[in-house]
């Protein structure tokens, strides 16, 4: 474990601004010493603690030496250099939950040295209809000693439902707001108490329960960002069904892949959706899925279509007569009240599916207990959640950080949530300052968006009620940092820079706000009982200042459990390239005070504005369309999207390049897998570097890319190594 501790007597100016103020200095026990009137930092003591601290000649990727920190308070001055150390105010962390760095270690040292007390005390603070057996837990994380599995609190029976709506209406917040939505135009709004929100999740769990869903069934949820989609998503976790939710961007093609592979008894959608000026007719997409499923061998007979009046009428939707359902006919009129399923704790909650390294989406699988008090937990810690906040999260419920972040962990909460449907940029600190945000979540493609646009698109708003930022889906470079820290936070609001992924089901190293310094650009330390480890190629960790492979050792609650009906592909991408660990496919760097710097994925995954869009997915869609007879994807990085999708195409002989065909290229991406995955440049290329045995070189390929030419390396086991100079020459054709 690493600490925030520089070396012992070493001086640090606290600026405000461009202006030196004062100087503060840390002392030999590792506290921070500010002149008369500051706060001081509490020693920090505990076995170990300079493990990861001991400096290497080798800077690593990502984290840069900082021989001279510009320390900072929140509220009393700006970021702006590449060595800023913001520490939380005395007011702050005061009334944090975690409100030093001594309590995180002494919570942190139970977590990973009695993860079983540590855990089942928080899990205490759920209801459970039957406590869990005398183990807690059980895993094995290693394939040499066997199948990989993993338990949280199995024989714990429980309904997360129960936990997210009932508990709170039982402890008398029944007429909290629960969740605020905010539709595609000014004006169109709405909101629901916890009560309202549990009586229109018991009429929808009633309706499927008639229509034969029963516990373990799995539904199909095709929607866009209305109250039905966290509607729908309680309503299967009430009755004990899995729910997949699938993005309502994905193409006919990319769902009734989802469909074959879970066989749904029912799926949810809306017959349209407005983006902007644009409407999207869901309907027919599903229409299209549910043929090609259909085909397939795995019919649905019933298609619930919820009427979104703003963007299409009834009498404008395409409909099939006995599968096809209007929500509003039939939902409505079933009680509100609606027994719980009781479940154990192992039991399935939902499958939310991921690209992955070849061409087939992955279905990860996640289950009720573990999750439960985990994403819980999270919501609480690393966004210092108080019952008075107001929360927002922009992400879609169609990716993990809506389920964990908009769902479930802020109504485990109590919390009030808000919810809009796809706002313009511009309405963001108008909705903030609308509905007095306290806590606002984002992903760093959106600041760097609203960065693009400039500063008077937020000055313009109060935004007074913010108290904590939060950033989620990719590494967050510094500048993007330190605008959304400077100019949206007024540089007094600490910026929760989570990282995780679907497969963890929630945060894994997050800074918690009042507990630590930050570095702009740094995910910090790891939460309660994630035990992070870099490794090198051979899988051998490495101590103190370094950058390799992110893994991690054993077990946390909220683990997926599985690949849906495919365990060998869980163990073969997951555990088997580092046996005895998780290997979470992303490259990571620790500095010499121990941060933890993201620095993006190793495999053959692409993270465009926080979606992990496999290049296996992009180029078996390409090579569908007959004039391309070979694709090569990389990722490149983007000045809006974090990572854009660079492509290389090699077109069947005598088939020229036009303009025309590369936005069919363009288009077929589109329609197979989805807007948000088509490619923003294509490359023409008359040949690939291939080595003699026909492996692609992607290592070239992203060099010339990214334009990185003098550092492609040795070509000379390429079976044409000219073809790399043919693939310069038209970079910019």
């Not at 511009?426 to 760097?448: H, M, N, Q, S």
């Not at 692609?696 to 003098?710: D, F, Y």
């Amino acid at each position: 474990m690493m600490l925030p501790l520089p070396s012992p007597s070493s001086t640090y100016a606290v600026s405000s601004g461009s202006q030196t103020k004062s100087v503060c200095r840390f002392n030999q026990q590792g506290g921070l010493e500010f002149p008369a009137g500051r706060r001081k930092m509490k020693s920090l003591t505990t076995e170990n603690h300079l493990r990861h601290m001991e400096s290497l000649a080798t800077l690593p990727s990502g984290a840069r030496k900082i021989p001279q920190l510009n320390a900072m308070i929140l509220g009393e001055a700006m970021a702006s250099e590449e060595n800023d150390l913001v520490y939380p105010s005395e007011e702050f962390s005061l009334q944090a939950h975690v409100p030093r760095p001594a309590k995180y270690l002494e919570m942190y040292k139970r977590s990973v040295e009695d993860p079983a007390g540590f855990w089942s005390d928080i899990a205490s603070e759920f209801y459970w209809e039957q406590k869990w057996g005398q183990q807690v837990y059980s895993e094995n994380l290693d394939v040499r000693k066997g199948t990989v599995n993993i338990e949280w609190f199995k024989g714990g029976i429980t309904n997360i439902c129960y936990n997210c709506l009932d508990r709170n209406v039982e402890s008398g917040n029944g007429d909290k707001v629960a969740l605020y939505w905010e539709g595609n135009d000014p004006g169109f709004d709405g909101s629901l108490t916890y009560k309202q929100l549990l009586a229109q999740v018991c009429q929808l769990a009633n309706y499927l329960k008639d229509v034969g869903v029963k516990k373990g069934d799995a539904v199909v949820i095709y929607l866009p960002m209305l109250m039905e989609l966290p509607i729908a998503m309680l309503a299967c976790a009430r009755i004990g069904a899995v729910h997949s939710v699938v993005f309502a961007g994905f193409s006919a093609e990319s769902l009734a892949q989802r469909i074959m592979d879970c066989k749904p008894k029912v799926v949810l959608t809306s017959n349209a959706v407005r983006r902007g000026a644009k409407v999207i007719g869901l309907k027919d997409i599903v229409d299209a899925a549910l043929l090609e499923s259909a085909k397939n061998g795995a019919s649905v007979d019933i298609c619930l279509t919820y009427e979104n009046k703003s963007a299409m009428t009834r009498e404008s939707t395409n409909w099939k007569e006995r599968r096809d359902i209007w929500w509003q006919d039939v939902v409505p009129k079933y009680p509100a009240t609606c027994d719980v399923e009781w479940v154990d704790a192992e039991d399935p909650l939902f499958l939310l599916y991921t690209s992955g390294s070849t061409g087939k989406p992955k279905g990860v699988l996640h289950t009720t207990g573990g999750y439960m008090v985990y994403t819980g937990t999270t919501f609480k810690y690393a966004f210092d959640y108080k019952p008075s906040d107001v929360y927002w999260c922009t992400a879609d419920c169609g990716w993990i950080t809506g389920h964990s972040y908009v769902t479930y962990g802020p109504l485990l909460n109590g919390a009030t949530c808000l919810a809009p449907t796809y706002p313009a940029a511009g309405r963001c600190w108008e909705i903030v300052d609308k509905y007095k945000v306290t806590i606002f979540y984002t992903a760093p493609t959106l600041v760097r968006s609203l960065m693009r646009a400039g500063d008077e698109y937020v000055t313009r708003y109060s935004r007074k009620s913010l108290r904590v930022l939060g950033s989620v889906g990719e590494p967050i470079n510094p500048s993007a940092w330190r605008w959304f820290f400077n100019v949206v936070g007024e540089s007094r609001c600490p910026i929760s820079d989570t990282w995780w992924q679907t497969e963890t089901g929630g945060f894994m190293i997050t800074p918690l706000p009042g507990a630590w310094p930050q570095k702009p650009g740094s995910a910090t330390y790891p939460f309660f009982g994630v035990q992070p480890v870099i490794v090198d190629e051979k899988g051998n960790e490495i101590e103190g200042e370094c950058s390799g492979y992110l893994c991690i050792k054993h077990s946390w609650p909220s683990a997926f459990r599985t690949l849906y009906g495919d365990h060998e592909r869980y163990e073969t991408t997951y555990f088997k390239p580092f046996p005895g660990y998780y290997f979470t496919g992303d490259g990571c760097s620790r500095d010499n005070d121990g941060y933890y710097w993201l620095t993006g994925r190793v495999d053959d995954v692409i993270n465009v504005s926080g979606h992990r869009i496999g290049t296996a997915e992009v180029e078996s869609a390409l090579v569908s369309h007959p004039q391309c007879a070979e694709a090569a994807v990389v990722g490149v990085e983007h000045e809006v999207k974090g990572q854009g999708i660079y492509v290389f195409v090699t077109l069947v002989e005598g088939v020229p390049c036009t303009e025309e065909l590369r936005k069919s290229l363009i288009q077929t991406v589109r329609s197979q897998i989805g807007a948000f995955a088509a490619p923003d440049k294509i490359h023409w290329a008359p040949g690939l570097p291939k080595t003699r045995s026909g492996k692609i070189m992607r290592r070239i390929l992203r060099k010339i890319a990214s334009r990185q030419l003098g550092e492609l390396g040795d070509t000379s086991t390429l079976a044409d190594p000219s073809v790399v100079d043919q693939l310069i020459a038209l970079a910019d054709v």
